[in-house]
């Protein structure tokens, strides 16, 4: 109790002390201090209130900024999304693209299996086309004016045909006789008897001087052979390469393809007929042959060509003896051109072509062939062309069998080939070859029934032919007249994977080409402008310029 009074006591006292009033002494300074109190109170509220601004305001543009980052990624999704839908939508007009580019496809596969008046007819109405093509409003000389054309100066041009094929014939025959008589049947090559191709011997050359051309096919020595590998026997090639093949070299003991004992493994018990026990078959053996491609079993043609040339000046040398005549190369790019050159100064050209016979059908390898302006780069050495040249004489052949007497349709060919080489000379060369007539005029012989071969209708011919070749020019298309055309006779003999091969369009070195096709283009329609004049003028003239051909002149 006493302790608890004491504390109130303390306290009062403590009160009384401390009051103000009691010791003013010692706060007289309060009241002197309170306006610069007030003062900085003051200014430490403007401060207050100048950073509540300087906060709401960064409150502000952090909001801005917010907003605008919002805005810019709304912006960015909305982007986003449209590109989607413009893949989308883009992705979707490939596809139908795709859809459409694979429908004409198949139509036009389907388009070229069907009968086709370029193939198969016999009826003018499958060819309307043809009918009414209008070759720019060019017009051509009459019948009449064809057949003077024809009778003074392409018959008469052409008088000497055969005693030049029985001239150039024999000589050939005693030329490669000397060379057969120059090789050894176990080293050398086996020399074969030529085939007359080409124009001279399908009676519609026109040119002068009169070229006779002339396969001559060999044979490897034994124990090789030749193994022909078609474009269209399964292998890759490309599309610039149909039409050609390789020729593999093999020896007798090394040939696997006919026997299965270099494929598999034979017991003990069992022995190969062919081969035998000390005769294995060697896999991966390379052929030691001087005629093949470095480090490859396929024959290589730019070695034919010189094994070709030198055996020609060896068999010359040996029997020039015997001909008051000389005997050259012709053309330094093609191995068999050669010329026969006469005292009097008169020359006589005739290619001599060594060949390599496919299998045992009438196709043959070329080696070489002058180019043609549209043939594009030059090929490998060991592709060799597929020539259907002795093809191609064995239907004009039969064909015309079939047809009236005096048919029109060499005639057509002879008309036309002589333009060709008349307008080649004033403009130069172009992409048309005397190739292309023929093969046009082999696809209307297909089409055309033999009436319509008459000689009264050859300028009727004649003008169908020169649309059929302007259809195809405007087209770039002009089909191989074998290759892939199911629609020829079987009774040709032609080999199965030929006539199923996929049809190979000579006039495709034009899409790539524009600017040879351009000029193949404006020279065609400038030789049918010319035409008129030129058959105007060469029927008040009549070729003399033929060669006149000496007796062979032997020393006994």
């Known amino acids: 109790m006493a302790l608890g009074l004491f ?99 198949v139509w036009r596969q389907d388009h070229q299996d069907a009968p086709s008046p370029e193939c198969l007819g016999s009826d003018e109405d499958e060819l309307p086309d043809l009918q009414g093509a209008p070759l720019r409003g060019l017009t051509l000389p009459n019948r009449a004016t064809l057949d003077h054309f024809y009778e003074r100066c392409i018959r008469g041009a052409t008088a000497d045909a055969a005693r030049t094929r029985e001239f150039v014939e024999g000589f050939v025959d005693d030329l490669l006789e000397a060379l057969r008589s120059l090789c050894s049947r176990d080293s050398d090559m086996e020399v074969e008897d030529f085939i007359g191709v080409d124009s001279m011997y399908e009676n519609w050359q026109v040119n002068k001087p009169l070229l006779c051309d002339l396969f001559v096919p060999f044979m490897p020595p034994e124990p090789y052979h030749f193994h022909p590998e078609l474009w269209c026997s399964g292998r890759s090639v490309p599309l610039d390469r149909q039409g050609y093949g390789q020729i593999k070299v093999v020896r007798a003991d090394e040939d696997t393809l006919g026997c299965i004992c270099g494929k598999t493994k034979l017991g003990e018990d069992m022995l190969c007929l062919l081969h ?94 002058a180019r043609e302006p549209g043939e594009g780069t030059q090929a490998p050495s060991t592709d060799w062309l597929l020539s259907f040249a002795v093809y191609e004489r064995h239907f004009l052949r039969v064909t015309s069998k079939a047809l009236p007497d005096g048919a029109c349709h060499l005639s057509c060919l002879q008309i036309a080939s002589f333009l060709l080489s008349k307008q080649s000379r004033l403009t130069g060369p172009s ?100 035409a008129p004049a030129l058959i105007s003028e060469y029927s008040l003239h009549i070729t003399s310029d033929h060669v006149s051909l000496p007796p062979k002149t032997v020393i006994l």
């Open 431 to 530: 992409g048309l070859g005397n190739y292309h007539l023929k093969t046009a005029l082999l696809h209307l012989l297909l089409a055309r029934r033999p009436a319509d071969w008459k000689a009264e209708q050859l300028d009727a011919r004649l003008h169908e032919l020169l649309c059929f070749l302007e259809k195809s020019l405007l087209e770039k298309k002009l089909q191989h007249f074998f290759i892939g055309n199911r629609k020829v006779p079987e009774a040709m003999g032609l080999p199965e994977a030929v006539r199923r091969a996929e049809p190979l369009n000579l006039f495709r070195p034009f899409v790539l080409q524009r600017s040879l096709y351009r000029k193949t283009v404006d020279s065609f329609y400038e030789m049918l402008k010319n």
């Open 7 to 105: 504390r109130v006591c303390l306290v009062v006292v403590t009160a009384i002390i401390n009051h103000p009033l009691l010791f003013p002494r010692e706060n007289a300074t309060v009241p002197e201090n309170e306006e610069e109190i007030i003062r900085q109170m003051q200014a430490h509220q403007e401060k207050l209130q100048l950073e509540q601004l300087r906060l709401e305001e960064e409150m502000a543009r952090l909001a801005a900024d917010k907003e605008a980052e919002k805005e810019a990624l709304e912006r960015v999704a909305e982007e986003g999304q449209q590109q989607n839908e413009n893949r989308t939508a883009w992705d979707l007009w490939s596809t139908l693209c795709m859809i459409l580019f694979l429908v004409i496809e």
């Open 276 to 369: 035998g026990r000390n005769n294995v078959v060697r896999r991966g053996s390379k052929v030691a042959d001087p005629l093949c491609a470095p480090d490859s079993p396929y024959l290589d043609t730019m070695r034919v060509m010189k094994w070709f040339q030198t055996a020609l000046t060896r068999a010359w040398h040996r029997i020039a003896h015997k001909y008051e005549f000389d005997l050259a190369f012709g053309q330094l790019d093609t191995p068999g051109s050669l010329k026969i050159r006469f005292r009097s100064g008169k020359f006589m050209p005739f290619n001599l072509i060594p060949v390599i016979q496919c299998d045992d059908s009438d196709l043959y390898f070329v080696s070489h062939l």
